[in-house]
């Protein structure tokens, strides 16, 4: 692939995501000047991008639309429902040809019936407004109207125009001077035959034979104003001039801003595998570290201005890692928009092919995420998308007679929460019976009745996350809500993420994700149960505890103590994990967690140092083992299990 082939796909795709923003926001909010120029601004830049390769077709939807959106920018015509359809027509074509192009090199066969099916739909929109000059350049007749006015005129001059007036004007009682003296900001007027003047025989003098161009120093409309009466007859180009006086030729001002370069800015396009490379040379440095911190330890008890020395040079370090890892993590942040910006085209077209309404709100994609997040966001978010649309929003029919609006509404939205990554997606369908999901897992042998009675809503809803589990009657091409449920579930996990479901029958379904921002260096809290070490994530803790082992009581089946007046129940660790032996159950040692929703203390047998490491996915034999969320290097250089609390409490 040529560099100018890569550079047109990585701007085209960021040129269409910004696009689908502008439009969004102009849907919620019309009025919005600065997103009109923006979303202006883009289709110009896409236009003139795609001419640049054997695109024809998108050129020409892309003029339409630029047109189109001139005409608005200059108050001719405001954007209606049927505009907003057709932009959104044109930019998912486009985005689809720019996916073509990366494919094959080339746009498809059909991209002539395409583009023509797209245009002709449009042309309804077209508006009979006086002709105005195209946003790549002045008309000829402009540039010559400034180069013929008097210097001192032409950087007030604001608008330039050229009234032909019908030649049989004079019978009808017209007076085309005076008309045009009626300007408002009038700064210079011409007078120019429209034909070879005649001999003075020749002339007939009640047929005008003049063309009368001028400039005004007021804004386009008030010029059209004007000439309200002979519409057909006038032609207007909008003016703007640069701080010396001097015009630009073919520049609005939407053309004005210039994409910032290497020059401008200083930036530089780096490999990815450069950033990912780096990304693990700084987790290499914090295993390190907390290996000379263990040295260290150790050194105390021989020498003691020793250990003191290298506490001072462990702690300079620890301070340049801190600095080197969030100035690392910056440059991996990438924006999420252009990693979601298919979502809304597909959205679109799954709701259009399996006959729904369909309401896509898509908020919070401005922010930056690191690049590992962003790269492997897009196919969990697409699958539980498809399976919403599918099997969550009801069809239209469906809706209404359950007395709902007969558009559903899905909603993708992004935040961030301290050092995370929060995404909800959420749809106002039927929602998931825990019953019909309990039914199903007995059916499917995952557990037997009892075990399943057993369940809390909450519990059984995560049994979605079994492989190939699924609730659905009937299969169909898209999705199945369940269906490959596992496969998001084990993406989230890769993140070092947690997925949680709420959902309320025949209301809809809540989704949340949580990742974190900062994927180089993870924090950890070590522990000990059952005579292993074990790393557990700091988001996922609330707090560490030490009680007398006396005032942890037995509570039915189980065990609880009370924290700050509020019974919490407590759960062996080593338990958990299978251990024989439960050494840390007297410990009275406790970690804190609300990662499932409701707190937890899980009892350990000690709870040791906290460290920065580089959690890596689990693989090989772990990555069938429930619970693990991976492994880092601990201390002592050995390798630590990093342990999912969600996943353990399940």
């Known amino acids: 692939m040529d560099d100018l082939l890569e550079q047109f796909l990585i701007e085209g795709r960021d040129l269409v995501a910004q696009a689908h923003g502008d439009l969004a926001a102009l849907g919620r909010e019309p009025q919005r000047r600065d997103r009109l120029d923006s979303l202006f601004r883009a289709v110009h830049t896409l236009k003139g991008s795609v001419a640049l390769f054997d695109m024809a077709p998108a050129e020409r939807l892309l003029h339409r639309a630029e047109t189109r959106l001139d005409q608005t920018r200059r108050g001719d015509a405001p954007l209606i429902a049927r505009d907003f359809e057709g932009l959104i027509a044109v930019i998912d074509q486009i985005d689809r040809w720019?996916?073509?192009?990366?494919?094959?090199?080339?746009?498809?066969?059909?991209?002539?019936?395409?583009?023509?099916?797209?245009?002709?739909?449009?042309?309804?929109?077209?508006?009979?407004?006086?002709?105005?000059?195209?946003?790549?350049?002045?008309?000829?007749?402009?540039?010559?109207?400034?180069?013929?006015?008097?210097?001192?005129?032409?950087h007030p001059a604001r608008t330039a125009f050229r009234y032909s007036p019908d030649p049989e004007c004079f019978f009808r009682g017209e007076d085309p001077l005076a008309l045009a003296r009626s300007v408002p900001g009038l700064l210079a007027l011409n007078l120019l035959p429209t034909e070879e003047i005649p001999a003075l025989e020749d002339v007939e003098p009640f047929r005008c034979v003049l063309h009368i161009e001028g400039l005004s120093s007021t804004g386009i409309d008030a010029v059209r104003t004007a000439f309200r009466m002979v519409p057909d007859q006038i032609a207007l180009a909008a003016l703007e001039a640069d701080g010396e006086g001097e015009h630009r030729e073919g520049r609005t001002e939407a053309d004005g801003t210039q994409l910032e370069t290497a020059e401008t800015n200083g930036a530089m396009r780096v490999s990815s595998a450069k950033l990912d490379a780096l990304a693990a040379e700084v987790g290499q440095l914090a295993a390190a570290l907390n290996a000379l911190e263990a040295a260290t330890e150790r050194a105390g008890a021989f020498d003691r201005d020793f250990a003191a020395e290298l506490r001072r040079v462990h702690g300079a370090l620890s301070r340049s890692l801190g600095t080197l890892s969030a100035t690392v993590s910056e440059v991996r942040r990438v924006p999420i928009e252009p990693v979601?910006?298919?979502?809304?085209?597909?959205?679109?077209?799954?709701?259009?092919?399996?006959?729904?309404?369909?309401?896509?709100?898509?908020a919070g994609e401005g922010l930056e995420v690191d690049k590992q997040v962003a790269d492997a966001i897009f196919e969990p978010l697409l699958h539980l998308l498809r399976n919403a649309i599918d099997h969550g929003i009801e069809a239209p029919e469906v809706r209404v007679q359950s007395g709902k609006s007969a558009s559903g509404a899905v909603g993708l939205g992004f935040s961030r929460s301290g050092d995370h990554l929060s995404i909800v997606l959420s749809d106002d369908g039927r929602g998931m019976d825990p019953d019909a999901i309990r039914r199903a897992a007995v059916a499917?042998?995952?557990?037997?009745?009892?075990?399943a009675a057993g369940l809390t809503d909450r519990q059984a809803l995560r049994l979605v996350f079994a492989p190939g589990f699924s609730t659905s009657q009937a299969v169909t091409e898209v999705s199945g809500r369940g269906v490959g449920m596992d496969a998001v579930q084990r993406a989230v996990e890769r993140l070092q993420g947690t997925i949680e479901i709420e959902s309320t029958v025949g209301q809809g379904t809540r989704i949340g994700i949580r990742l974190p921002l900062n994927a180089i260096l993870t924090r950890l809290v070590t522990v000990c149960a059952g005579g292993e070490r074990y790393g557990l994530r700091m988001d996922q803790i609330d707090e560490t505890l030490r009680l007398d082992p006396a005032t942890i009581e037995e509570v039915g089946h189980g065990r609880a103590c009370t924290i700050r007046d509020r019974t919490v129940p407590v759960v062996s660790l080593a338990a958990l994990l299978g251990h024989a032996s439960d050494v840390g159950e007297e410990s009275g040692r406790l970690v804190v967690t609300g990662a499932t929703g409701q707190r937890v203390a899980l009892s350990v047998d000690t709870v040791d140092e906290r460290i920065d490491a580089a959690v890596r996915e689990r693989s090989g034999l772990l990555a069938s083992m429930p619970a693990i969320g991976g492994t880092a290097i601990d201390a002592d250089g050995g390798v630590l299990l990093v342990l999912d609390l969600p996943e353990l409490l399940a």
């Open 340 to 362: 979601v910006r298919r979502l809304p085209r597909l959205a679109r077209e799954l709701a259009a092919s399996l006959g729904k309404d369909l309401r896509f709100e898509l």
């Open 98 to 154: 720019i996916d073509d192009i990366e494919r094959h090199g080339r746009l498809p066969d059909a991209a002539e019936s395409q583009g023509a099916e797209i245009l002709a739909a449009l042309d309804h929109e077209e508006r009979q407004a006086p002709a105005t000059h195209d946003a790549g350049g002045l008309p000829d007749w402009a540039e010559a109207a400034l180069a013929r006015a008097p210097l001192d005129v032409r």
């Open 444 to 451: 499917k042998g995952l557990l037997d009745g009892a075990e």
